[in-house]
T-cell receptor, first 114, second 111 residues
Framework: GAVVSQHPSRVICKSGTSVKIECRSL??????MFWYRQFPKQSLMLMAT?????????EQGVEKDKFLINHASLTLSTLTVTSAHPEDSSFYIC??????????FGPGTRLLVL | LAKTTQPISMDSYEGQEVNITCSHN???????ITWYQQFPSQGPRFIIQ???TKVTNEVASLFIPADRKSSTLSLPRVSLSDTAVYYC????????????FGAGTRLTVKP
């Protein structure tokens, strides 16, 4: 299946700063990538669908100005958490779809906002 | 809302066969059923996918009855390392609803 990487694997930042998380599809050209957030002991929550060359589609309740998504190429999507606050601390995971119905996930990025 | 319903948790012992059932009463004609495994602080990992009847790979089997309103993931002879959360997803990926995870089943394998 597709191989997906994320960078950084973990990041600690001060409240009010912005953090960029990269998601790369290493062996597959992904026109669509997905971003999830996962809090401890909870399931994955879909945040947005990242579309190459166009605007991302956000899930209801997810602030698009807070979570900026850029999908500038077929192998890279970035999620920027702007003006991060402690409540944004979470595990962020991206995925690509290959073969029509199968998702392949990145290893995740642990964000801690102090 | 998630389209699937699974038991919240299950316990098993090493060497036993574990069956996790997922209900998806509103499955559509074009929908596939996919199961994922997630370990703590890792992204989910694809286990198996099927459309109908039975699918088997080196890791698991997936049983889907004729009405496709449920599916059962079967893990043969589990080990401690199979302790994880297991999610079933239903969809054809043309609709973002298919990307929404349910609560999953937390499997704990005991020695």
């Amino acid at each position: 299946g597709a191989v997906v990487s994320q960078h950084p694997s973990r990041v600690i930042c001060k409240s009010g700063t912005s953090v960029k998380i990269e998601c790369r599809s290493l062996d597959f050209q992904a026109t669509t990538m997905f971003w999830y957030r996962q809090f401890p002991k909870q399931s994955l929550m879909l945040m947005a669908t990242s579309n190459e060359g166009s605007k991302a589609t956000y899930e209801q309740g997810v602030e698009k100005d807070k979570f900026l998504i850029n999908h500038a190429s077929l192998t890279l999507s970035t999620l920027t958490v702007t003006s991060a606050h402690p409540e944004d601390s979470s595990f962020y995971i991206c995925s690509v779809v290959q073969g029509g119905e199968t998702q392949y996930f990145g290893p995740g990025t642990r964000l801690l906002v102090l | 809302l998630a389209k699937t319903t699974q038991p919240i948790s299950m316990d098993s012992y090493e060497g036993q066969e574990v069956n996790i059932t997922c209900s998806h009463n509103n499955i559509a004609t074009n929908d596939y059923i996919t199961w994922y495994q997630q370990f703590p602080s890792q992204g989910p990992r694809f286990i198996i996918q099927g459309y109908k009847t039975k699918v088997t790979n080196e890791v698991a089997s997936l049983f889907i009855p004729a009405d496709r309103k449920s599916s059962t993931l079967s893990l043969p002879r589990v080990s401690l390392s199979d302790t994880a959360v297991y999610y079933c997803l239903v969809g054809d990926h043309d609709n973002n609803n298919d990307m929404r995870f349910g609560a999953g089943t937390r499997l704990t394998v005991k020695p």
